[in-house]
């Protein structure tokens, strides 16, 4: 068994539910401090952060990436314990073996190779590693990152490990992500006896035409390198659940997966004039999850597509499709970002699993950045 497969069973034996590290992050750091890297355990509230650095010099080339995983949904639907990572016919199953410990592992093995190498590299080699990806987000590469511009560290490149790759290995690689913009929305009515309607206001009738305006909208037509913006309602909620009473109010929770096309004031700007121009009484409270980053073809794009076509027979597909991931908090750094990993399909399932193969072609496709970026 290769170093990097031992090394991600070891990572996926430890039960890191977000925000808990287990231990992940140490065995990692002492592996990375054995060929020299410098190490900061970054603990914000109850989320472990790790960073190390090897050099000092620029450019600065960045693994990121976390060891939570996310729970393991009901366990009488795994094959196998969650957390105790097993082989079968050429996959390793388990929770984390995609997302994304195989990825942790295939880091650290493809940078011990490489920095044992003679000549001394150039630039300098870091990582940022959080256990809070999954969860809120708040205290992990968040808080890294101010801490770093505090200090004035700087990120080049940043590569990040999560699973990219659709149906082969290094298939798909991100350059970029959609922003995520949320709103919180109250429509305002009036109860009242459904038999008088005429003495209450009914706000599922207020806000249905501003609905219809809203999901039939055209928001733009994404750009070559963006999907189009879309609007979609994840929760709506009205009614007393009595059958003769109009309710007072209506609860709606939405969100708008955005490309650089638009702004956030402009987004918010239209949803509320929709909903001023159909007279709907409302609250309405806005969350930004992530505003859209996108990386330029660069030093780092072409390194992690010649260095995936050496290893894969083929040069990846750019996209920017997906949810977003932390390389948002990193982006504003000015760092050019990448992510490349593993094959999602089976991330935050049951029986979530990982080719072996898959996970020695990415420590050599790793490998080959490190090679393109720094010798
Ligand atoms: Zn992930």
New binding site residues.
């Given amino acids: 068994m290769s170093a990097t497969l031992e090394l991600t069973q070891d990572l996926m034996s430890r039960r890191s539910v977000t925000p808990a590290d287990e231990g992940c992050q140490q065995v990692i750091a002492q592996r990375l401090a054995a060929v020299g890297f410098q190490i900061e355990h970054l603990r914000y509230g109850t989320v472990d952060n790790l960073w190390a650095k090897h050099g000092t010099e620029s450019p600065v080339f960045c693994f990121a990436?976390?060891t939570d995983v996310v729970p393991t949904g009901p366990l009488e639907e795994w094959r196998t314990d969650p957390f105790k990572p097993e082989v079968r016919d050429g996959f390793l199953y388990g929770r984390g073996a995609a997302?994304?410990k195989s990825g942790l592992a295939a880091m650290v093995t493809a940078t011990e190779e490489f920095v044992r190498a003679p000549p001394n590299h150039r630039g300098s080699i870091a990582y940022l590693i959080t256990s809070d990806?999954?969860g809120p987000s708040v205290d992990g590469t968040k808080r890294v990152v101010e801490t770093l511009v505090q200090r004035r560290e700087r990120i080049d490149y940043c590569l990040v490990g999560?699973?990219s790759s659709e149906k082969n290995i290094g298939d798909t690689i991100k350059i970029g992500r959609r922003g995520s913009l949320s709103g919180r929305l109250t429509v305002h009515g009036i109860q009242g006896h459904i038999a008088y309607p005429q003495l209450a206001e009914n706000p599922v009738h207020t806000f249905a035409p501003a609905l219809a305006e809203l999901v039939s909208r055209v928001w733009d037509q994404g750009n070559e390198h963006f999907q189009p913006t879309t609007f979609q309602i994840s929760n709506f909620n009205a009614g007393t659940g009595a059958p003769n009473v109009i309710p007072g109010e209506l609860k709606a929770r939405f969100n708008l997966r955005y490309s650089p096309v638009q702004t956030l004031d402009g987004l918010k700007k239209v949803v509320e004039d929709i909903l001023r121009k159909h007279n709907v009484r409302y609250t309405l409270e806005w969350y930004v999850s992530g505003e859209p980053f996108y990386t330029s073809r660069g030093a780092l794009s072409e390194a992690v597509s010649q260095a995936v076509a050496e290893v894969a027979g083929s040069p990846p597909k750019f996209s920017t499709g997906g949810g977003t991931?932390d390389g948002r908090f990193i982006a504003p750094m000015g760092a050019q970002i990448v992510e490349l990993g593993v094959i999602n399909a089976t991330?935050h399932k049951v029986n979530e699993s990982v080719s072996t193969a898959d996970v020695d072609a990415l420590h050599r496709m790793y490998y080959g950045v490190l090679k393109r970026l720094l010798a």
Avoid: N, Q, R, Y
């Fill in positions: 990436g976390h997302d994304m990806e999954e999560e699973p991931s991330i």
